[in-house]
């Protein structure tokens, strides 16, 4: 018993048979969030990025009534960040900024982003802006830059929008 005990201890991190070991912060990741992502084309280029605690949002961001998978996520070659919305089932994962055209900026970057939640389905006050308050399909991802400026990112139906809640 005493080297079984022994022999479980000193065994490597992750498996026998050889599987792709993760870091020990991605562990506390949905299953099939991680699975989508480092199989995805996009893990070419990106990697996770823990600037932030949580470092993961989840939430049903598209209203299907399924959980989604929001992870912040790093440009390996330019250094920008961004935000990878990794939806339950088929559809493809939606990459928000990290250097990529987004919100009306060529190379988006939520680098100014230090702190982030999720604002649940729910109605949305008047915020910053002159234009209406969206009607959430589904939850929101509040970003927030703390003592200054926040906005909502939600889901309108075909994409990701930027509704700003505070300056």
């Not at 022994?6 to 498996?15: E, K, Q, R, T």
């Not at 089932?89 to 230090?114: E, H, Q, R």
């Amino acid at each position: 018993m005493l080297i079984l005990l022994l022999f479980l201890y000193f065994l490597p991190s992750g498996n026998l048979r050889g599987e792709r070991q993760l870091p020990i912060e991605e562990w506390s990741i949905p299953d099939f969030a991680q699975t989508r992502f480092h199989a995805s084309r996009l893990s070419q280029s990106l990697k996770i990025s823990y600037a932030l605690n949580p470092f993961y949002q989840s939430g049903d961001f598209d209203g299907d009534g399924k959980l989604d998978v929001a992870l912040l996520v790093k440009n390996k070659s330019s250094g920008k960040t961004g935000i990878a919305i990794i939806h339950s089932g088929p559809k493809p994962i939606v990459l928000l900024g990290a250097g990529t055209s987004w919100n009306n900026d060529p190379k988006y970057d939520f680098d100014w982003m230090d702190a982030w939640q999720i604002y649940p389905k729910s109605p949305v006050g008047q915020g910053a802006g002159e234009g209406k308050p969206p009607t959430l399909r589904g939850d929101a991802i509040l970003a927030i830059k703390t003592e200054s400026a926040s906005g909502l990112i939600y889901w309108d139906g075909t994409k990701y929008k930027w509704y700003q809640q505070g300056d």
